[in-house]
């Protein structure tokens, strides 16, 4: 008995093994690759074929398909030939939203729109090396009642494990976030290139509530957010990888938030190149960028245990921003509001930034609830000069505002504002203006336990304090190297 039940196991792997080396090509299911032809109904039987058989890749050939909504299933690999591409219908009636997912989140406002679509699916694979294109700007927001979020992504897979999207392919025109991944366990995205400005909110990929994500070698360029790490509903973010990527976004290349209601912990980003979009035409942000890296908790959650290295920022207005605020917001009706957050042990490390615009980097948390342990290793910073009046520094916490770059980057610092702090560290800073240079490039408020070494700093002309610092304790302070003026001036 206990031989036939181990060759009936052995004979049914054997089964599902040779199921996952099927293809199915789509145009045995009547899929027509004109551009024209609607193959919903098609392309949708070659997917539920496949997953009945067990599995396997589902095959698009060379050509333009034409489709609505597509549901993934398990086991399911879904396949691009080169020169082959997934076209979306701009029709909205062709994207009926899908039932209320088991898990809930702040944007599902009535059922996700998707172009690809699944929901507590295992094993299901997008890959490449064929095109993937929304047409999404069919689905601008004054086009749509309620509320934007109805407009389709472009792939959403909520609740899923073991999911690979990989091969070359190329993701363009989503009609709002290009990629969502929702409360998904073992992530693999690598080996992919974004173009999204179609429609407003055309993220790059956003990994919302994840355990286990391994993402590298995107090549992006948005309107809106790059690498965009979130937390919409309770489950937290977690164990995350990013490296070897180029990121151009209107808005923030890098970013962790702003909804964080199941926060971040342990996300590693390394190896990204940070550049200005190519293209022209902008909804919002900057042609330029608004900021390369933005870490913040908004509604409560924490942040914690975030590593960001090997990165060269080039153009944006803001190089990056750390924050801790209390927007409040709750992710869905009958939740309680959630509480002031956490944000702590971070470490930036290996910054190269250029050509940016004269606003400075900041760290900010609210009063008595600082952010904490913060260490900035091996930051190199060349930025414009600013020789006009000092501006004086804002009293508003805008502790309620969304967290944006633009709250504090207007200060009275040329390259760091730090406010409600603890134990931050600055271990071998490098800063230089190409023109002359008013403000002080530190400038420190309620901050305990400041550690500034090993800095190196030039200015061209009379060169200003160095550190200017109120309610600072706990200074561990040494001189910058090639530095004209004076180093610090503390005031209570």
């Known amino acids: 008995m206990k031989k036939l039940i181990i060759t009936a196991l052995l004979l049914a792997?054997?089964?599902?093994?040779?199921?996952?080396?099927?293809?199915?090509?789509?145009?045995?299911?009547?899929?027509?690759?004109?551009?024209?032809?609607?193959?919903?109904?098609?392309?949708?039987?070659?997917?539920?074929?496949?997953?009945?058989?067990?599995?396997?890749?589902?095959?698009?050939?060379?050509?333009?398909?034409?489709?609505?909504?597509?549901?993934?299933?398990?086991?399911?690999?879904?396949?691009?030939?080169?020169?082959?591409?997934?076209?979306?219908?701009?029709?909205?009636?062709?994207?009926?939203?899908?039932?209320?997912?088991?898990?809930?989140?702040?944007?599902?406002?009535?059922?996700?729109?998707?172009?690809?679509?699944?929901?507590?699916?295992?094993?299901?694979?997008?890959?490449?090396?064929?095109?993937?294109?929304?047409?999404?700007?069919?689905?601008?927001?004054?086009?749509?009642?309620?509320?934007?979020?109805?407009?389709?992504?472009?792939?959403?897979?909520?609740?899923?494990?073991?999911?690979?999207?990989?091969?070359?392919?190329?993701?363009?025109?989503a009609g709002s976030w290009t990629q969502h991944y929702l409360n998904c366990e073992n992530v693999e995205v690598h080996?992919?290139?974004?173009?999204?400005?179609?429609?407003?909110?055309?993220?790059?990929?956003?990994?919302?509530?994840?355990?286990?994500?391994?993402?590298?070698?995107?090549?992006?360029?948005?309107?809106?957010?790059?690498?965009?790490?979130?937390?919409?509903?309770?489950?937290?973010?977690?164990?995350?990888?990013?490296?070897?990527?180029?990121?151009?976004?209107?808005?923030?290349?890098?970013?962790?938030?702003?909804?964080?209601?199941?926060?971040?912990?342990?996300?590693?980003?390394?190896?990204i190149s940070v550049v200005p979009s190519v293209a022209g035409k902008l909804v919002y942000g900057s042609r330029r960028g608004a900021t390369g890296i933005g870490l913040m908790i908004a509604d409560g959650g924490t942040l914690d245990d975030v590593t960001i290295s090997n990165v060269t920022i080039r153009g944006p207005r803001s190089p990056f921003f750390i924050r801790l605020g209390n927007r409040s917001r709750k992710y869905m009706d009958g939740v309680a509001v959630p509480p002031v957050g956490v944000v702590r042990n971070i470490t930036l490390s290996d910054i190269t930034i250029s050509d940016v615009q004269s606003k400075c980097s900041?760290?900010?948390?609210?009063?008595?609830?600082?952010?904490?342990?913060?260490?900035?290793?091996?930051?190199?910073?060349?930025?414009?000069?600013?020789?006009?009046?000092?501006?004086?520094l804002a009293t508003d916490e805008k502790g309620t505002n969304y967290p944006s770059e633009n709250l504090f980057y207007s200060q009275p610092a040329s390259a760091l504002f730090i406010r409600h702090a603890r134990n931050i560290t600055l271990d071998h800073l490098t800063f230089a203006t190409t023109t002359p240079e008013t403000r002080p490039?530190?400038?420190?408020?309620?901050?305990?336990?400041?550690?500034v070494r090993k800095a190196e700093a030039t200015v061209p002309g009379e060169c200003p304090v160095f550190l200017r610092g109120m309610g600072v304790k706990g200074l561990k302070f040494t001189a910058p190297k090639n530095w004209g003026g004076k180093g610090q001036e503390i005031t209570p």
């Open 191 to 271: 080996n992919i290139e974004v173009f999204a400005h179609a429609t407003a909110n055309n993220d790059c990929i956003d990994i919302d509530g994840c355990r286990h994500v391994r993402v590298s070698g995107i090549r992006g360029d948005t309107y809106d957010d790059g690498i965009t790490l979130k937390a919409t509903g309770p489950a937290d973010c977690e164990d995350v990888v990013v490296e070897d990527c180029t990121i151009a976004s209107h808005c923030a290349a890098i970013k962790c938030g702003t909804e964080s209601t199941g926060g971040f912990r342990h996300i590693r980003i390394s190896n």
């Open 441 to 451: 490039p530190l400038l420190a408020v309620d901050v305990k336990g400041l550690t």
């Open 13 to 173: 792997s054997l089964a599902t093994l040779q199921a996952a080396d099927r293809n199915f090509e789509v145009t045995a299911y009547g899929a027509k690759g004109d551009g024209l032809t609607k193959n919903t109904v098609a392309l949708q039987k070659a997917i539920d074929a496949c997953a009945a058989a067990g599995g396997g890749k589902v095959v698009l050939p060379k050509g333009r398909y034409l489709t609505g909504s597509l549901t993934l299933r398990s086991h399911v690999e879904l396949h691009l030939d080169e020169d082959a591409t997934l076209l979306g219908s701009t029709l909205m009636e062709d994207y009926p939203p899908h039932p209320f997912p088991k898990f809930r989140s702040l944007r599902d406002k009535g059922g996700f729109p998707a172009l690809i679509y699944a929901e507590e699916a295992e094993q299901v694979a997008i890959t490449g090396p064929g095109t993937i294109d929304g047409q999404g700007a069919a689905f601008q927001p004054a086009k749509v009642s309620n509320n934007e979020d109805i407009r389709p992504r472009g792939i959403l897979f909520v609740s899923c494990k073991n999911v690979r999207v990989e091969g070359g392919l190329y993701l363009c025109n």
């Open 362 to 392: 900041w760290i900010c948390g609210l009063p008595d609830h600082p952010v904490e342990n913060v260490t900035l290793r091996n930051i190199r910073i060349v930025a414009p000069g600013f020789a006009g009046k000092v501006p004086a």
